[in-house]
């Protein structure tokens, strides 16, 4: 598998990874500058030399992966007989370089609703590194026109039109933080009821008021859900003190509130166990 690829499968997968690349060779090598590899916790694609060279290289990259490191690093080996032999030594008589860059997994997020705020906030979420699913019964508001503000994104985007939006649930990756803002409120709580029954996804938000959350509360109670399930469902949504009724003021407060839930997750895995 291309070591490309191999990057893209990680993601998909939501597996942490690091890629390493031979960035520098003096003297004699097993492989030229710019040779590439991709290390997970118990795979490997493509290779940098192999023997002692590339198991050093594998075995730096997998105590990244423990670590949490995040800073890309660059080590410096000598392949000569004076080498650690652990691995098997390699006498090139060369010198090389080596950078391994972490490849974290990025965040992932469902908007459910493609309206005046979805749209707003797809914009801006498309500008930052994560997973973005665009979910919608309504064809004409995922048509290639109305989706072109995202003609630049960073985000790797999923469009989805899903008569039964509630569906695309079972289908979003492990850990996806989900937001409810369609434009009927049957649908809003037909979500926000699935929701509650899928294990797997991170933060559940609803946009609307306080009074809207009551009503909805009292109907998914009627459905069996706890008090501690509601506790799921932040509504209304948005960073405190982003003050403002259009969809763009809206769009900004909701996506600053999810940056923050973003690093509270790093900040989680970072801790030590």
């Known amino acids: 598998m291309h070591w490309l690829a191999a990057v893209q499968r990680l993601r998909v997968d ?4 690091v890629l390493v690349t031979l960035v520098g060779v003096r003297g004699h090598a097993p492989r030229e500058a710019g040779a590439k590899m991709v290390v997970s916790t118990d795979r490997t694609w493509g290779s940098i030399g192999g023997g002692n060279l590339e198991e050093t290289a594998v075995a730096r990259a997998r105590a990244m992966l423990v670590n949490g490191d995040e800073a890309p690093e660059q080590l410096g080996l000598s392949l000569n007989e004076r080498a650690p032999v652990e691995h098997g030594q390699q006498c090139c008589g060369g010198e090389v370089s080596v950078l391994l860059e972490p490849l974290a997994v990025v965040p992932s997020v ?3 609703g493609m309206g005046h705020v979805g749209t707003e906030l797809a914009r801006i979420l498309s500008r930052h590194d994560l997973e973005l699913h665009l979910v919608d019964g309504r064809a004409d508001r995922l048509t290639p026109e109305r ?6 994104a960073v985000a790797g985007v999923h469009v989805h039109h899903a008569p039964v939006p509630e569906l695309v649930l079972g289908q979003v990756p492990r850990g996806t933080h989900v937001l409810v803002m369609t434009h009927d409120h049957a649908e809003d ?3 926000c009821d699935a929701a509650l029954r899928c294990s797997h996804l991170g933060s559940v938000g609803l946009i609307g008021s306080s009074a ?5 509360e009292q109907r998914l109670a009627a459905e069996g859900h ?4 509601l506790a799921r469902i932040k ?5 405190p003190g982003v003050v403002g009724k259009s969809p763009a003021a809206i769009a900004v407060a909701v996506a600053a509130d999810l940056l923050g839930v973003f690093a509270r997750e790093r900040a989680d895995q970072d801790a030590p166990s």
């Not at 706890?226 to 399930?229: C, I, K, R, T």
């Open 212 to 216: 809207k959350w009551r009503r909805f």
């Open 235 to 239: 509504s209304p949504i948005g960073a």
């Open 189 to 191: 709580v037909a979500l």
């Open 110 to 112: 469902a908007i459910f």
């Open 14 to 17: 939501r597996e942490p990874g």
């Open 147 to 152: 989706l072109e503000v995202l003609a630049d």
């Open 226 to 229: 706890s008090a501690h399930d």
